[in-house]
Every structure is written in structure tokens, then in C-alpha cells.
């Protein structure tokens, strides 16, 4: 793969080979997939490889990133389970809950397996956290319903993240289609971090909304750090590491940047800026807060409360740069209008 | 006591009364310079003398330095006296009211009605079963919305209890009620996280750990208010408890009006552990580990020394684990109840072994 770390593709004589690579393990253990033409029978070797038969034909997605994937290829209709009806924005799909073609099996650990081994979906697809390993699917293994853990989140940069769309569409047989509309995305991401790296200015940033005490904050690797840094931008925690990905900060540490940023980002579920101050007086102390420069990437957020920056922005690393570079330099795209962002009044 | 009486006193008696005033000045002392050092210590260094400055109203050298010290600091070390003394005083006081060294400001159940409220505003709403309490959605959130909330749940469990101790005359059995209680809500609270998604579930857990620092402006306020009038009911109780702990049945006979006072009493915890529940969160153990190092330290069992000691014992060590909470030279914070439970257990152990018998002060 050109970005993505934690998954390889390769074909093999009688289908595809996927493997995952799990980033929680002590040592990185990898789960092999094995990809067969639906009839065919298994070709020899990989013993320790799960076998799915592709294309796929009905997919359960227990993440609204795994909305995304199935939508970015055109491919909504697939989606026949969700972990929660809630957290889908993509159209064709919010028709099917609509319609009544999709059940619900629950998020996280509660799942349920008998509805799930009913209906026999061809793939779940299923976010790793740290810690779980495929052990907790083997009620449905033995059953017969394939499980792929999907860690697109633990990339480290958003075209990475972004990437993972391929695995889909391995199992979809869409790999022409994948290449083109990712190629195309990818040119467009390089397109405008190269706007973005030669910025005359470098406004500084603070990003997100604390909780009490606790303010966490993206870390060096990841993703969204990377997507500041080709928005051109000044990030005090651009170097900082932290084992989770985000650093959990103190208010007493963040708030002097916050003090004198030019712009604050992602501010929580925040759609106004007395929404902020309702939570904490102290916020309008922050320069960002009295020049107006406050922006949240909850514009697209539906009925239900599913916020599609999580969902389409994950496919779309272009949209979201694209809307990062229009809020902190205006002028490089004149004619842009935000997509997922929104200033709040 | 009359005044004949303590005129003839014995010396050692007199000599007792000095230790302990002696003792209280001591811990006056020990709340300043805890203040202080809250104020001075944090992720951020900053010298003491702008610090001073600050303080004194005096333009800083640096306005970041400015807005850490009057915006961050000083309300959370405000607080920090205020969220001591009160568990302080309402542990206290649940120890003699129930004449059992277990008890504390959580035995009631009204930390587990706050949590019960402020579940209900950050969990309920979600998915599932939960779905039909959409109390999320209809917009109460913000920090007044956490703060009404739990505020009404603990209310609520206090109204119960109220109702309940008119009919129940033994207090063995209004501990059980409030246990019973605190298990129901934690059900409930379990149920609505079983149905919640992962992030309300954190939002959640971060509330639990319990936190001076959301507390600012108009919530200090109102929080400063509260306590100062629960502290003031306390106080104003010292004469009951001290008959209290020789029993009802003998309070009485000293012509105690049992019933008002033991509603005065309730009223008092409600207030002081309702209120910095709501504000702060759950904080663990200041509530029961304090009157038992107050009275370690203070040797009596006199209220009207007990109760300004635990005020002070208690502020002290609110203060001194917010210090320790925000580890000097880093820049993260602790949970300050995961402080307070790690430091407070192994003191309240030594006090307790030290004396070898807590049951002495409850007969």
C-alpha cells in the first residue's frame, strides 16, 4: 500500500490474501483473510487464514467509518446490518434503515450474535480497540459469519486512514474503480497540502474542547496532526507523543495557547458559540473566542445526531483539507465553501 | 458544662482544652499554606512573586500567567476548601447520627442520586431501552444543565430518605435504606451505560473521577453558598450530636427533640454532599477518612471542637491532594478522588490501628 500501515494486499494463485495487522499486541500479531471467487473452493495453504468468498454480497458495518468505505464505492446497497441506526449519514443507506432492509446488532461488546448468525451476513466488519483481539467474534466464527477487525483509525495520517477503502474493495472485486477514485483523491490531498506547506502565514491553532480538568489534544502521529500541518498552521503539540494518540492534557496547560491562538478547531458538539461559554465562562477569555475565528466540523450532522465528518470525511481527507486551508488562509481558496466545518456564529 | 463547673476544672482537663486549640490554630495553618501551595504548584511554573502579584491585583508580567492564577487556581483551591470541608462535616456528622464509623456523606445514597441525575443527562437519550428518556436531546446539557441535574437527583434520593426516616425510627435501618438505594441507582446508571455509546460512557467516567475544576464564576458562587449554609446547620448541631452519641434514648432523656434534629442533621449532609456532588463530582473517602483523623488528632468527642477540626482536616487535605493531583512538572492531572483514596486509606489506617479501638468514640 502507498499510505496505509496497517493492512497489505497480495494475490495469490486462487484469489486475493488480505492481512490486518493488529497495533495493540505486545508484538504485532496479523490476521490473514483469505479472498476466494464465491464457488471456488480453497486453494491450498495459508491454513491459518479466514476464508471469504467475494464478491461480497451483504455486509454488517459496525462503524459509520465502514458506512463510508461501502458508499465511497458506490456499493450502499451492500449494507444490510449496522451497529447502531443512529450513526449513518450517507443517503442511500439512511433510505434503507428507512425502508426497513437494515437491522440493528449493537455496538462494542454487546452484540448480538443470535441476529447476526440469522441473518448470516457474508462480512462484519469490526473496529479494533486495544486490547480485543478476534477471540471475543468466536461465537460467530463458529458459526460461519466472517469477522474483519478494520483499524483505519490507528493510521497516522489521514490519506492512510483514507486508504482502507481498498480492503473493501478487494473483497468487492472493485479494485479498478478503488484505484481511480483514490488516485484521484490522493492527487487532489498532495494538491492542496502543497498550498498549505507554502502559506505565507502560519496561524496558530488549538484544537478541541476540555472536560473539567482533562483537555485532550491530538498527538504527533496522529492523523489529524498531520492534516494541520498540511492545512499550514502552528501546532504547540506538533512533536508531543503519547501512547493513545491524543495527550490528556491540563486545562491550566492548553489554556495559554488558547489565550493567543488565531483559531480554534473542533470544538466538541458545540454549534454556537454560547454553547461554549455555557460550558465554561472561562472560554471567552481565549483570543479565537473574542476574534471570532471558532470553527467545528459538525456541519453535516444529521437528524440523528451522526456527524458525516466521521463518516464521508474519512474517504474524503481532500474535503477536510480542503475546508481546514479555507478557514486559516481565505485567500489560497477563494471560491471554497465549507463542507464539513462550520464557523459558529 | 456550667461556668462553675469548668471554673473548677481539673488542670489536666485545662491542659487538654490548650492542646486542642493549640491543635485547630496548627491547622488553620496548615489550610494557609496548603491554599498557598495550591495556588503556587502547577503543570504550568510560575515564580511565586508573580504569583503574589497576581493575587495582590497587580499586572503581570506575563497575561497567560495572569489568567492561570485568577481563572484556573484560585477557584479551584476556592473550591477545593469549600469541597473539604463540607464532605468533612457531612461525614461527621452521618458517623454520629448513625453511631457507626462506616457511615459517610455517600451512605445516604445521595452522591449515588447525583450520579443518577447527571446519568440521565449524559447517558440517557442514547440508544435502546434508554431511548425513550431523550432528556439529552430536549438541550439540557452545558455545565448548569450537569449541575440542576444532579442537584435534583440528589434531592430526590433526600426526599425519600426524609420520608422514610419520619416512619423508621431506627437508624441501623435508614443505613441499609440509603445502601439499598445507592444499589438501585447504580443499577439504573449501569443499565443506561449498557445502552450508551463509548464516548457518553467516557464523558460519564471522566465525571466520576471527580473534579475541582469546572467549577468557576456563578457556580462558585452558588457552591460557596450552599456549603456556608449546611456548614452553618452543622455548627448550629453541635449540641445535638454531642447527645446523639451517647444514644437517642439518652439524648432524649436530656430532653432532645430527636426528630427535628436528626431532620436538621439530614438537611445538613444533603446540602453539603448534594451540592459538591453535583458541582465536583463524586470525590471518594474525604468524607469518611477525615472525622476519623480529626478525632485521632483532636482526642474528643466534642463537636463543638470536632466540627471546625474536620472543617480544617478536611481542607487541608482537599487542598493537599489537589497539589499532589496536579503533579508538579507535568502536564497532565490525576483524578482528584483517585488522590484522595490512594492518600486518605493508608492515614486513616494508621490513625485507626494506632488507636486500636474506633468504637470508643460512638459509645
Redesign the interface.
Known sequence: MQYAKGFTISYVAGGKLVTILSPFEQKTTATRYLLVPRGAGRPAGYADAHVIETPLRSLVALSSMHVALADFLGAADLVVGLG???YASAAPVRQRIAAGKIYEVG??K?LNNEELIAHHPDLVMATGWPGESLARFQTLEAAGVPVMINSEWVETTPLARAEWVKVLAALLNKEDLVNRKFDQVARSYHRLAALGHYAAQRPKVVVGLP????WYVPDTDSYLTQFLRDAGCTYAWDQARAPSGS???????V??VA??ADYWLQTG?AATKA?IL?????YA?FAPFQTGRVYNNNRRTNAQ?SNDYWESGAVRPDLVLSDLIKILHPELLPSWQLYYYQWLK | MSTAQLAAAPPSLVAAGRRRTAWLLALAGLVALGFVLDIAL???RIPLAAVVKILLGQAADN??WA??VR???LPKALTALAVGSGLAVSGLQMQTLFRNPLAGPSVLGLTAGAGLGVAAVMLAGG?GAAGGFAIR?LGV????GLVLAATAGAALVMALVMALSARVRDNVVLLIVGLMVSSVTGAIVGLWQ?FS??EQIQ?YL??TFG????V???HLVVLAAVVTVGLGLAFASAKPLNALLLGENYARSMGLTVGRARTSIILSTSLLAGAITAFC?PIGFVGIAVPHLTRGLLRTADHRVLLPGACLVGAALTLGCDCLA?LPGS???LPLSIVTSLLGAPVVLWVVLRRNSVRSSFS
Open positions: 447502531s441506526f443512529k455496538q462494542g454487546e472536560f473539567k480538568d482533562v495527550l490528556a492534557l491540563s486545562f491550566e496547560t489554556a495559554p489565550l493567543t458538539t454553547d455555557a460550558q465554561d465562562a472561562r477569555a445526531g | 502547577g503543570p504550568v497575561p497567560a489568567f492561570i481563572e484556573i487556581r440508544s436531546a446539557g452545558g455545565s448548569w449498557y455509546a463509548p464523558e471522566l465525571w473534579s475541582l475544576g469546572g468557576v464564576g456563578p463530582g496536579q502536564q497532565t492531572v
